[in-house]
C-alpha cells in the first residue's frame, strides 16, 4: 500500500510502523514510536478489523473480534490522545459497521466462551465501536474539550477480503455491494469534511445504507442507547487496564493548550 501512494504521489512522505491490535505490547509500542518522532497528530481513522474467523483469543485471552475490533482501538487511541488532545482541530474517527444494528453486548459471556457465533461476536465487536465512539464524543463534550472530535463511519457492503470466511454471503450480498473506493468515502468524508462535527456518523445513502453516496446516517437499534455505552466504556477500562476517563480529564488539565 505504501508503494502504491509513492508510486500515484511522488511528493508524498509515507511511513509504515508495524502494529498488531490483538497485542497490547505492540500497540504500546506502536504509539511510543509515533510520540517519539512526532509532536501533533491531526488524524486518528480506527479502521482495522477481522469479520467472522474461527474461535481465536489475543494475547490477553480476549475473542479477537472482541479484541482487535474494539479493545486494540480502545487501547491505541489511550496511547494517542495526548498528542490528538494537543493538536488543533483533531479527529479521531473509528470505523462500525452497517450490521451495528443486529449487535447486542453480552457482558456474561463478553469473550463468547461459553458459546461462539462468528457472526453474533463480529456485530458485537462493531455495535461496540460506535457505542466507543458516541461515549467519547459525548465525555468530550461535558469536558469542553475542542480538540479531537469523534466522529464514527460506517462503509456500507463492500466487495473486499473481509468475506473471505463467508464466500457463500459474498455471493448472496454482491448484487448490493459497492467498490472499495465507494466504500472508503464515509471513512474519508469523516476525516476531511470541513463541516464534520462531532457525534456524526457518515455512511452510505442508498437502500438500508448498503451502498450509495455518502450521506449523515443515524445509529440503528442498540447503536443509539448511551446507557449502555457508558457501560462498553467502563468494561473496557477494566478488560485493559487502561484508565482513559482520566486520560480525558488530563486534556484539559491546567497548562494544557
Known amino acids: 500500500m505504501a508503494a502504491g501512494i509513492r508510486s500515484s504521489v511522488p511528493d508524498a512522505r509515507v511511513s509504515v510502523i508495524r502494529l498488531d491490535l490483538s497485542d497490547p505490547e505492540s500497540i ?34 480476549f475473542e479477537l473480534q472482541w479484541g482487535v475490533n474494539h479493545l486494540g482501538h480502545f487501547a491505541l487511541t489511550y496511547h494517542l490522545l ?36 462468528p457472526w453474533k461476536a463480529y456485530k458485537q465487536s462493531k455495535l461496540a465501536t460506535l457505542l466507543f465512539s458516541r461515549e467519547m464524543d459525548a465525555r ?31 455471493r448472496w450480498l454482491r448484487p448490493f ?40 446516517v443515524k445509529p440503528h437499534g442498540k447503536g443509539r442507547d448511551m446507557g449502555l455505552a457508558s457501560g462498553v466504556w467502563e468494561l473496557s477500562e477494566t478488560m485493559t487496564g487502561l484508565d482513559l476517563s482520566s ?8 497548562g494544557r493548550e
Open 247 to 254: 486520560r480525558l480529564r488530563e486534556c484539559t488539565a491546567p
Open 177 to 216: 455491494m459497492h467498490d472499495i473506493g465507494a466504500g472508503a468515502m464515509p471513512a474519508l468524508r469523516a476525516a476531511l469534511d470541513p463541516d464534520a462535527e462531532g457525534g456524526q456518523m457518515y455512511g452510505p445513502g442508498g437502500w438500508m445504507e448498503f451502498r450509495g453516496p455518502t450521506v449523515i
Open 28 to 61: 504500546w509500542e506502536f504509539a511510543d514510536l509515533y510520540r517519539s518522532e512526532h509532536d501533533s497528530l491531526d488524524l486518528l481513522i480506527n479502521n482495522a478489523g477481522i469479520m467472522t474467523p474461527p474461535y481465536g483469543l489475543t494475547v490477553k485471552g
Open 82 to 117: 495526548p498528542l490528538l488532545c494537543s493538536t488543533r482541530g483533531s479527529r479521531l474517527v473509528t470505523q462500525t459497521s452497517i450490521v451495528h444494528r443486529g449487535g447486542k453486548i453480552n457482558f456474561r459471556d463478553i469473550n463468547s466462551r461459553d458459546s461462539y457465533s
Open 140 to 170: 468530550l463534550r461535558s469536558l469542553g474539550t475542542e480538540s479531537p472530535i469523534s466522529i464514527a463511519s460506517h462503509p456500507g457492503l463492500v466487495n473486499t477480503q473481509l468475506y473471505r470466511n463467508r464466500e457463500r454471503m459474498r
